[in-house]
């Protein structure tokens, strides 16, 4: 059985071989590993996979949260709140920055490596044996094995309500199993058109094929209008309740930028809508005050250091960008800004770079561990064709971000943004292993 290859084993008496408890890095070779298998959409192996764990997926209630931008934020903030609600709230959520653990937490918590690790090995069982019946290239993904793995520690965790985030799009995403009662649309944009469609309308489409009969559909107020006209649509189609999010939460919001505001009113209702379908009590102002306050988004707009004040965004794709540009005036405050920048060769650079560059007095152009990362050569030429900032190459991410603090001065701003894997490049601690952020 595959699993045996990646972890240690033992006989015990009558010459049974059993399987040792993983321990983490076992159960990240074992991801990692997954990852020459590519990715596949469909959901015949990940309804396999949730029979052989014994349907996990039904023994919590969900929260399923879709769309463009935005997502992990709305995860964590709406478990946020139904956990300062005395529930036990999980949350699932993709991608992670420096351990595969931070996919899976409950009470605001990451897993524990040991238990991730055994939910792991749970779910790579399961999968050698969903593999046994399929063909030789329709292997269980490394989503799939993650996700079957997060659904299994939730209902070990005994959790009442877990806030999901779908991985892409929606209609083949493996985290579509779900019976959910309450869906989120987050926002809509042009990206994934490979897989999800050429417009707005198409992947909007795609997206909203999580919402299932009777449940309740919450959406942001500022769809795009094709996608805000076919959410109108799904509702309809499934006799769903429509509820769109007001464009302020009502709240202070702990977590920086404009556009976390908008997560958080997101978040609020639909922590509402899903309390409202429990049949409890009014949502509790003090509650949200105290999540709002409280709740935390690595990778976002998340500072890193002082002097020059240091700020790193995972902003990966044009509609992103826009929502940190948004953010920048009341970030600097007229000082200095310096951005260290590396982008994928599936963006839109060009786009990404024109809402960034006039807010900037210098960039360092710089290369992610991915290798679908653009050159950073590539990158100062867009800037230079947009009549950008004066620009410097650095090919290190940790040196281009020294050089970027250098260039801003004590007194200045750095921002490191354009791609997740940047983020988790620099985050991660010097010397470890680069880890899969798939």
Request: proline content about 5%.
């Amino acid at each position: 059985m595959r699993e045996l290859a990646c972890g240690s084993f033992a006989r015990a008496a009558g010459g049974t071989i059993v399987t040792a408890a993983w321990s983490l890095e076992e159960a990240e070779r074992y991801l990692l590993g997954l990852e020459l298998f590519g990715m596949r959409f469909g959901l015949d192996r990940m309804r396999r996979l949730m029979t052989a764990l014994d349907r996990p997926e039904q023994r919590f209630d969900t929260i399923h949260v879709v769309g463009t931008n935005g997502k992990s934020s709305t995860v964590r903030m709406t478990a946020a709140i139904l956990q300062r609600h005395g529930l036990r709230a999980g949350a699932y959520l993709s991608p992670h920055l420096v351990s595969f653990t931070e996919r899976i937490r409950v009470d605001d918590a990451d897993a524990d490596p040991r238990e991730f690790a055994r939910a792991v090995q749970r779910a790579a069982h399961a999968a050698a044996l969903v593999d046994r019946t399929q063909r030789d290239d329709d292997r269980v993904t490394q989503f799939e094995a993650l996700t079957a793995a997060a659904f299994s520690e939730l209902a070990a965790r005994e959790v009442d309500v877990a806030v999901i985030e779908a991985g892409l799009g929606g209609r083949w995403d493996a985290t579509n199993v779900l019976p959910s009662s309450v869906q989120v649309l987050t926002n809509v944009g042009l990206e994934h058109t490979r897989w999800l469609g050429p417009t707005v309308r198409d992947i909007a489409r795609e997206k909203l094929a999580v919402v299932r009969d009777g449940a309740t559909l919450v959406i942001g107020g500022d769809l795009h209008p094709d996608a805000r006209d076919e959410a109108e649509l799904t509702a309809e189609r499934h006799g769903a309740k429509l509820v769109v999010a007001p464009a302020e939460p009502g709240v202070e919001v702990a977590a920086p930028g404009g556009f976390q505001r908008r997560n958080f009113a997101l978040a609020r209702a639909a922590a509402t809508a899903y309390l409202e379908r429990r049949g409890d009590v009014a949502l509790d102002l003090a509650a949200v005050r105290a999540a709002a306050g409280a709740v935390a988004v690595p990778g976002r707009m998340q500072v890193a250091g002082h002097e020059p004040l240091t700020v790193f965004d995972g902003a990966h794709n044009p509609a992103g960008i826009a929502a940190v540009a948004e953010s920048l005036p009341q970030l600097t405050a007229g000082r200095r800004l310096v951005a260290v920048v590396s982008v994928l060769d599936d963006k839109d650079a060009a786009a990404m770079l024109r809402d960034l560059l006039g807010h900037c007095d210098a960039v360092v152009f710089t290369r992610n561990h991915s290798p679908r990362a653009l050159p950073p050569a590539t990158l100062a030429s867009l800037a230079e064709q947009l009549d950008g900032p004066p620009s410097e190459l650095q090919s290190d991410p940790r040196r281009a971000l020294a050089r970027a603090r250098e260039l801003a001065g004590a007194g200045g701003v750095v921002l490191a943004t354009g791609s997740i894997y940047l983020i988790a490049d620099l985050l991660r601690p010097a010397g470890q292993r680069t880890a899969s952020i798939l």
